[in-house]
T-cell receptor, first 113, second 114 residues
Framework: SQQGEEDPQALSIQEGENATMNCSYK?????LQWYRQNSGRGLVHLIL?????REKHSGRLRVTLDTSKKSSSLLITASRAADTASYFC?????????????FGEGTQLTVNP | DSGVTQTPKHLITATGQRVTLRCSPR?????VYWYQQSLDQGLQFLIQ???????AKGNILERFSAQQFPDLHSELNLSSLELGDSALYFC?????????????FGEGSRLTVL
């Protein structure tokens, strides 16, 4: 089963609005990453936040991490139609061997022009 | 372009058959990961190799096997195919096995089992 669970499963907004996606996980992590996937394409890394960090920014992206609640959020500001994609959180857990990432189910974001 | 190359992009085959998916990692990356993405199961980790050795195993069926060759390319072999094996199979690479950073994904191989 997936460690990460995103919500909402789907989000539809207008261009220019902000989009917030949430991710929850179950066990302790080393880091949490967000990836983007355009329909039928490969996943692209967006941002990584370590377990000792609380907030991180990259361009229009803002990620927060609350390890006490085992949750993270991804905020995309001033959204554009080109931001339409699926967004996945992925966690690397302390107890797992190797360095696999465990992905959530994803949030399908639609930005309407 | 992530630098990870997967072939073939699309594959249609029949139940009971065997297929091989190929992955060339980014130049310099020693770790290769295989993931399966289906509509009902999401993105499932299958297996990881580092410099030719298996390092982590996930939800990989016994009918599936993989290996990483000395030139670091990897192959995922799927045998006795079933309808439920239809999915998008992704390869990803990273620099080393202890990596805490990002994975670089290929564009995937879409397998359709009829």
């Amino acid at each position: 089963s997936q460690q990460g669970e995103e919500d909402p499963q789907a989000l539809s907004i207008q261009e220019g609005e902000n989009a917030t996606m949430n991710c929850s996980y179950k066990t302790s992590i080393n880091n949490l990453q967000w990836y983007r996937q355009n329909s039928g394409r490969g996943l692209v890394h967006l941002i990584l936040i370590r377990s000792n960090e609380r907030e991180k920014h990259s361009g229009r992206l803002r990620v927060t991490l609350d390890t006490s609640k085992k949750s993270s959020s991804l905020l995309i500001t001033a959204s554009r139609a080109a931001d339409t994609a699926s967004y996945f959180c992925a966690t690397r857990h302390q107890e797992t061997s190797g360095s696999r990432l465990t992905f959530g189910e994803g949030t399908q974001l639609t930005v309407n022009p | 372009d992530s630098g990870v190359t997967q072939t073939p992009k699309h594959l249609i085959t029949a139940t009971g058959q065997r297929v091989t998916l190929r992955c060339s990692p980014r130049s310099g990356d020693l770790s290769v990961y295989w993931y399966q993405q289906s509509l009902d199961q999401g993105l499932q980790f299958l297996i990881q190799y580092y410099n030719g050795e298996e390092r982590a195993k996930g939800n990989i069926l016994e009918r599936f096997s993989a290996q990483q060759f000395p030139d670091l390319h990897s192959e995922l072999n799927l045998s006795s195919l079933e309808l439920g094996d239809s999915a998008l199979y992704f390869c990803a690479s990273s620099v080393w096995t202890g990596n805490t950073g990002e994975l670089f994904f290929g564009e995937g191989s879409r397998l359709t089992v009829l």
